[in-house]
């Protein structure tokens, strides 16, 4: 009986052991997301609607994400993607909104669809949109998406966010606005044309300083990377501890 419940005990600390190290790699319930999550209020920005496959017996084989009629986007652009055909569906918008610039916007595109491909069991695809301006009198935009299988499984990923913050059944994706940092101008990823861009020559830095930075850069490196192989050292040094420890344990009782 003492053998079988060491046993036990070896098998109990191996387990828990091993969980904590793989636990640290375990994502979080795949749903739908946007990529990146944030973004400035009154600029331009480009998503990607993150879509992960969650079936073993099925594919995905159509995306559609539903644009805010209350907040519309002016100006929405998407990319290709190879083996995918994308609509664009535009129409009037329940009532007519003013945008931040004073005009009076009746139309917008209503919604994305993307079909013709597939994303396998396993597999995972990013849409990416161009849209701007964001509006500026709002914290997020929620786009209500609905993802079918080759099963004809329909998923609804249109739940708002909770006012507690806690994640719901099936969320929404999410795009959270921030305030202007004021690095770029009003519509953030701008490009500078060459004749606007300062003509002012970069300060100069001479070999040695630059070759201390460098020394100093590659030492952080080396010293977090050796941080992090101790840190797994010793993790595994206490499993085998453990294992060691109930062994002998074991063979006494023996």
């Known amino acids: 009986m003492s053998v079988s419940i060491a046993g036990r005990r070896t098998g109990i600390v191996a387990a828990a052991a091993f969980a904590v190290v793989l636990g640290l790699a375990v994502p979080a319930l795949a749903h739908v997301t946007i990529q990146p999550g944030t973004a400035e209020k ?25 644009f805010p009629t209350d ?9 290709p993607i190879p083996g995918w055909d994308t609509k664009l569906t535009e129409g009037k918008l329940p009532k007519p909104v003013v945008s931040d610039d004073g005009d009076s916007v009746d139309e917008a595109v209503l919604k994305i669809t993307w079909t013709g ?57 999410v795009l959270k606005l921030v305030a202007p940092t004021g690095e770029d101008d009003h519509h953030g990823t701008a490009a500078v044309s060459p004749s606007a861009a300062p003509t002012t020559a970069a300060p100069s830095v001479s070999p040695a300083a630059a070759s201390d930075h460098d020394t100093a850069a590659a030492s952080s490196s080396s010293d977090g990377t050796a941080r992090l192989l101790g840190g797994l050292g010793i993790a595994v040094g206490v499993v085998g501890a453990a294992i060691g420890v109930l062994g002998l344990r074991r063979s006494r009782a023996q």
């Open 42 to 66: 009154g600029g331009f920005t480009k998503i990607a609607f993150r879509v992960p496959n969650e079936r073993d017996d099925a594919s995905t084989t159509k995306l559609e994400v539903t």
């Open 71 to 79: 907040t519309p986007l002016p100006f929405v652009s998407v990319k």
């Open 117 to 173: 491909g597939k994303i396998a069991p396993g597999e995972f695809q990013e849409f990416e949109v161009s849209v701007g301006p964001l509006p500026e009198d709002v914290d997020q935009i929620v786009f209500p998406t609905e993802q079918t299988y080759s099963s004809g499984e329909v998923v609804k990923w249109a739940d708002a966010p909770a006012a507690d913050g806690s994640e719901a059944e099936h969320p929404a994706p």
